[in-house]
């Protein structure tokens, strides 16, 4: 029979409180994670650089800084959601990831550095791309929505890598699971273009200072009104510009 060495009483007793402790610490740290973890809200925006935005380039930076400020505000408003903007710009000469899954939080603007209009318009390339960015960010994330914003003054004439019916597809499944589609639009056939691609949720615009205020205003209260119904659980896949 093995009698217990109380010279070395202290030592163990010490070393079992120390044991006792870190799994306390540690079921307290993961219990706090969990009671924590707030519900993920990527905004994707994929924004047409190409040539024929130039006119009105000025106009669409100051609009998308405004944006990011409003996701922002939305995130204080709404503390239980955590948004990460991904920003995705397109033209002939490349389809530019310019915030990749990047907390809303710490943000920074963009200027006329970053997004120089030039070239014709990607539009699927543009889409399919920013679209893998934000599947592969959600692997293991069960708790999120994913509001998809496209901002055009064409319609596509320039990819190489994807298909406008691959695009639709994907569309389409992406829409069961908590992911909307909004499609923004001027000098062309926004409706159309929108239902080939599987997208209920459209607004036209005028091509002048007033009309672009006025369509970022409104995006502006659709998006409030889109987080407002996460919070409530309603259904967010329809009727965003309502």
């Known amino acids: 029979m093995k009698l217990f060495n109380c010279a070395n009483s202290p030592h163990l007793i010490h070393s079992i409180l120390l044991q006792q402790k870190n ?13 924590t973890k707030k519900h993920q809200v990527h905004n994707l925006i994929i924004l047409d650089e190409s040539g024929s935005m130039s006119p009105i380039k000025k106009n669409i930076i100051q609009g998308f800084n405004e944006l990011v400020q409003t996701i922002q505000g939305i995130e204080k408003k709404f503390p239980e959601q955590e948004h990460f903007i991904s920003l995705i710009s397109f033209n002939g000469l490349d389809v530019k990831k310019l915030h990749v899954l990047d907390p809303a939080s710490k943000l920074q603007e963009i200027d006329d550095t970053k997004y120089i209009p030039n070239g014709s318009t990607p539009l699927f390339d543009a889409m399919g791309k920013g679209i ?7 692997k293991g994330v069960n708790d999120y929505n994913v509001l998809v914003t496209i901002l055009t003054d064409g319609e596509e004439n320039a990819s190489k890598e994807f298909k406008g019916a691959a695009i639709k597809k ?11 589609f ?9 409706e159309k273009m ?26 502006r209260i659709a998006r409030f009104k889109y987080s407002e119904k996460i919070d409530k659980k309603e259904d967010t896949s329809t009727d965003f510009f309502c």
């Open 23 to 35: 799994t306390t610490h540690m079921f307290s740290f993961r219990q706090k994670n969990n009671m």
């Open 132 to 138: 893998a960015i934000v599947e592969k960010g959600l």
């Open 170 to 180: 994907k569309v389409e499944e992406l829409k069961k699971n908590n992911w909307t």
């Open 182 to 190: 909004t499609y923004i639009g001027t000098d062309h056939d926004i």
């Open 194 to 219: 929108a239902r080939s691609l599987a997208i209920e949720n459209t607004l036209n615009f005028s091509k002048d200072s007033a009309g672009i205020n006025d369509m970022f205003e409104k995006e």
